[in-house]
Antibody, heavy 116, light 112 residues
Framework: DVQLLQSGGGLVQPGGSLRLSCKAS????????MSWVRQAPGKGLEWVAS????????YYSDSVRGRFAISRDDSQNTLSLQMKDLRAHDTAHYFC?????????WGQGVLVTVSP | EVVLSQTPLFLPVVLGQPASISCRST???????????LNWFHQRPGQSPRRLLS???ERDSGAPDRFSGSGSGTEFTLTISRVEADDVGVYYC?????????FGQGTRVEIK
């Protein structure tokens, strides 16, 4: 069964850092690009970042470029999102997602709250 | 940035009746290979989004056949042939052709 199991959400102060993780199972992780998508409370979906398989090229939304870093460990079937200099508007549920064209599989989401 | 505009944003529907949602793009979504990476997702309250359709009209294996997609150029449509109670929630279109990836604002579907 294809599954993305996320961890790492929580409460962080403005300016702080947090690392999200996503453990993949049920598919060959190393041959799939992966993405992060977020959803602020009561709002719509916003693409955050993607990482290719193979060459590990990365893409970021303007709102997070320079503050967030997407990475992958194919030996551990794990996707990560390192977030720094967090701001109130980064408060959202963050979803780990398979792919970058069609996003067929989504993790359960974790809540990141940025507040004093 | 490609902007996707969905209409309507709120859609009250009658059980058993058809319903449709429009998604308009500010740019064409055909890639260099001729593929159109326009996807539709459904999100129920408190759940992760689930993909219904990819590449305009390719239905996911778990998506009921009452869902269909159509369109070309910059105009795309999701159609539910006969609405069921399980169809409530928010529907999003999303383009996977251009960077940054973008989503429509979402259309909330509720039963009248």
């Amino acid at each position: 069964d294809v599954q993305l199991l996320q961890s790492g959400g929580g409460l962080v102060q403005p300016g702080g850092s947090l690392r999200l993780s996503c453990k993949a199972s049920g598919f060959t992780f190393s041959v799939h690009a992966m993405s992060w998508v977020r959803q602020a409370p009561g709002k719509g979906l916003e693409w955050v970042a993607s990482i290719y398989d193979g060459n590990n090229d990365t893409y970021y939304s303007d709102s997070v470029r320079g503050r967030f870093a997407i990475s992958r460990d194919d030996s551990q079937n794990t996707l990560s999102l390192q977030m720094k200099d967090l701001r109130a508007h980064d408060t959202a549920h963050y979803f780990c997602v398979q792919g970058y064209y069609h996003l067929p599989v989504w993790g359960q989401g974790v809540l990141v709250t940025v507040s004093p | 940035e490609v902007v996707l505009s969905q209409t309507p944003l709120f859609l009250p529907v009658v059980l058993g009746q058809p319903a449709s949602i429009s998604c308009r793009s500010t740019q064409g979504l055909v890639d260099v290979s001729g593929n159109i990476h326009l996807n539709w997702f459904h999100q129920r309250p408190g759940q992760s989004p689930r993909r219904l359709l990819s590449k305009v009209s390719e239905r996911d294996s778990g998506a009921p056949d009452r869902f269909s997609g159509s369109g070309s150029g910059t105009e795309f449509t999701l159609t539910i042939s006969r609405v069921e109670a399980d169809d409530v929630g928010v529907y999003y279109c999303m383009q996977g052709t251009h960077w940054p990836r973008t989503f429509g604002q979402g259309t909330r579907v509720e039963i009248k």
